[in-house]
């Protein structure tokens, strides 16, 4: 998770100049780096919990599709970076600057505990 956590912020990120030096530049991300690449330190935690059954068939119209994966960075108040991944529909959650998810839960608590996938960017 730590390493998508990562990639994830290149992709979101590709379009801004300089980001690859902002980004392999950033302190507050050295120690997420050093645990998904070497793996020091404690466990990274996140958080796991189902959105939606895995072999749900959604509708759009007349189309019927599998919502195989999804994902993007929720921005708490607190400023904390959390990245978000639905594989299957099951939700991870992971705070991109620290090992603990006490931000993320005081978010889902006030936002009645709704994915941040499915949330409006404003939220």
Excluded at 59 to 71: A, I, M
Excluded at 84 to 90: E, H, L
Excluded at 100 to 113: A, I, S, T, V, Y
Aim: some cysteine; overall charge negative; aromatic content about 12%.
């Amino acid at each position: 998770m730590a390493k998508v956590g990562l990639e994830v912020l290149a992709f979101k990120t590709l379009s801004v100049p300089g980001w690859n030096n902002e980004l392999v530049d950033q302190p507050a991300l050295e120690e997420l780096r050093r645990f998904a690449r070497y793996n020091e330190g404690p466990d990274w935690p996140f958080t796991v919990r189902s959105l939606h059954p895995v072999n749900a068939i959604f509708s759009d119209g007349n189309q019927s599709f599998e919502l195989l994966h999804e994902f993007d960075i929720l921005l708490t108040r607190s400023s904390e970076a959390c990245l978000a991944v639905s594989i299957f529909g099951i939700e991870m959650v992971l705070n991109l600057g620290c090992r603990e998810n006490d931000g993320f839960r005081r978010w889902l608590e006030e936002n009645n505990w709704v994915s941040p996938l499915y949330v409006p960017r404003d939220a």
